[in-house]
């Protein structure tokens, strides 16, 4: 696979960016993934034999022939199993190292940052529990469009708009799982801001005055202009003063909102509920709401900003395919959590080469 072959060639390169051997024999010793030398030789050997194992296809009895093969090491398959399971705060901490290199910096400019998760199935549920998945909560930086955060969970832990360190400056830009105006007010706490993709119901709106406004009204009157862009308030639920926001909603192209409506007939009708005239008319809206200030930025830049937010299906479809995240073997959290750590450090070291690799004569041949 092609991750493997980087890997292979690079293999210093990989040793280096992780800050050295002595650094990686260190941190191995600190979360206990190597303690003392016994059949492995060092840290560095143990990384690339779990590396192996995880980004390879080969499974445990051929990973450890292989490694006895090519004289890294002569472990069994047993052994090979127990040190993986140990090696998950060490993987860990080595994407946080990873991250750390690359850390972006929000002085010159704005720094925007895509959140989202994606989710990969956890072994042995056989396709019969969809819920039985392990969660990958991620942050894409851009002008970098690189991954700047990782966070493993399972699906007990849900997606929060704070879960990412805030970045002071940085415009933060997440689709309507993240209307969370608690945590939204965090955010601007720290210095962010932050645009949101809403649904018509996705919050109790009020307007100046305090009083609940009925979106899908204001929506109705401004049909002919097909644009909205005016200040709004979000009431939290902790007491707090409503949250001021803003509100920039367009209408959709004729095609698109048909597309909007027919998937909202198709949901109701799998849920067994009757369509209500305001999903109907929200249907063909994208409606957002932003902390931006209409003087430094335009409705047209709100909605170029979260146009934006297709970067980190990229990223997460680079993830899937070219570096190979899949579901972990084994129903063991203990070696399912390290298999797919390895999988999200690899892609932090490889991915300043992977716009290489997809653009390489003998791949683009291939495809």
């Given at each position: 696979?092609a991750?493997?072959?980087?890997?292979?060639?690079?293999?210093?390169g990989?040793?280096v960016?992780?800050g050295?051997?002595?650094?990686?024999?260190?941190?191995?010793?600190?979360?206990k993934?190597?303690?003392?030398p016994?059949?492995i030789?060092?840290a560095v050997?143990?990384l690339?034999?779990?590396?192996?194992?995880?980004?390879?296809?080969?499974?445990?009895?051929?990973?450890a022939?292989?490694a006895?093969s090519?004289?890294?090491v002569?472990?069994?398959?047993v052994?090979?199993?127990?040190r993986?399971?140990?090696c998950?705060?060490w993987?860990?901490?080595?994407?946080?190292?990873?991250l750390?290199?690359?850390?972006?910096?929000?002085?010159?400019?704005?720094l925007?940052?895509?959140?989202?998760?994606?989710?990969?199935?956890?072994?042995?549920?056989?396709g019969?529990?969809?819920?039985?998945?392990?969660?990958?909560h991620?942050?894409?930086d851009?002008p970098?469009?690189?991954?700047?955060?990782?966070e493993?969970t399972?699906?007990?832990?849900?997606?929060?708009l704070?879960r990412?360190?805030?970045i002071?400056?940085?415009?933060?830009?997440?689709?309507?799982?993240y209307?969370?105006?608690e945590?939204?007010?965090?955010?601007?706490d720290?210095g962010?801001?932050?645009?949101?993709?809403?649904g018509?119901?996705?919050?109790r709106?009020?307007d100046?005055?305090?009083?609940?406004?009925?979106l899908?009204?204001?929506l109705?009157k401004?049909?002919t202009?097909?644009?909205?862009?005016?200040?709004?308030w979000?009431k939290?639920?902790?007491?707090?003063?409503?949250?001021?926001?803003?509100?920039v909603?367009?209408?959709?192209?004729?095609?698109a909102?048909a597309t909007a409506?027919r998937?909202a007939r198709r949901t109701?009708?799998?849920?067994?509920h009757?369509?209500?005239?305001?999903?109907?008319?929200?249907a063909?809206?994208v409606?957002?709401?932003?902390s931006?200030?209409?003087?430094?930025?335009?409705?047209?830049?709100?909605?170029?900003?979260?146009?934006?937010r297709?970067r980190?299906?990229?990223g997460?479809?680079?993830?899937?395919s070219l570096?190979?995240l899949?579901?972990?073997?084994?129903?063991?959290?203990?070696?399912?959590r390290?298999?797919?750590?390895?999988?999200?450090?690899i892609?932090?070291?490889l991915?300043?080469?992977?716009d290489?690799?997809?653009d390489?004569p003998?791949?683009a041949?291939?495809?």
């Amino acid at each position: 696979m092609a991750h493997e072959s980087l890997v292979n060639e690079d293999w210093a390169g990989v040793v280096v960016r992780l800050g050295g051997a002595e650094a990686l024999n260190v941190s191995a010793r600190e979360t206990k993934a190597f303690v003392r030398p016994r059949g492995i030789r060092n840290a560095v050997d143990l990384l690339r034999l779990i590396l192996a194992y995880c980004l390879g296809e080969r499974g445990l009895r051929l990973t450890a022939a292989w490694a006895t093969s090519v004289g890294l090491v002569d472990i069994s398959n047993v052994a090979l199993l127990y040190r993986l399971r140990h090696c998950g705060d060490w993987l860990t901490q080595l994407i946080g190292q990873a991250l750390a290199s690359g850390a972006p910096q929000a002085s010159r400019g704005r720094l925007i940052r895509i959140v989202d998760a994606t989710t990969v199935p956890k072994a042995g549920t056989g396709g019969r529990n969809k819920n039985a998945v392990w969660r990958v909560h991620s942050a894409f930086d851009l002008p970098r469009e690189r991954f700047g955060h990782f966070e493993l969970t399972d699906q007990r832990a849900g997606e929060t708009l704070d879960r990412i360190p805030v970045i002071a400056g940085e415009i933060r830009l997440a689709d309507r799982a993240y209307l969370q105006p608690e945590r939204m007010a965090h955010l601007l706490d720290g210095g962010a801001d932050f645009v949101i993709r809403s649904g018509w119901k996705g919050a109790r709106w009020l307007d100046a005055n305090g009083d609940l406004l009925d979106l899908t009204a204001e929506l109705r009157k401004a049909t002919t202009r097909g644009l909205i862009d005016r200040p709004i308030w979000i009431k939290r639920k902790s007491g707090a003063p409503p949250l001021a926001v803003r509100l920039v909603a367009v209408k959709k192209p004729a095609h698109a909102a048909a597309t909007a409506r027919r998937k909202a007939r198709r949901t109701a009708q799998k849920g067994g509920h009757q369509l209500s005239r305001q999903t109907l008319d929200a249907a063909d809206w994208v409606i957002l709401v932003t902390s931006l200030k209409p003087k430094e930025f335009s409705t047209s830049d709100v909605l170029a900003l979260y146009r934006l937010r297709w970067r980190i299906e990229l990223g997460f479809k680079r993830l899937k395919s070219l570096i190979g995240l899949k579901g972990p073997p084994g129903t063991d959290e203990r070696s399912a959590r390290p298999h797919i750590l390895a999988h999200l450090l690899i892609i932090l070291l490889l991915e300043p080469l992977l716009d290489e690799l997809e653009d390489s004569p003998r791949l683009a041949q291939a495809a």
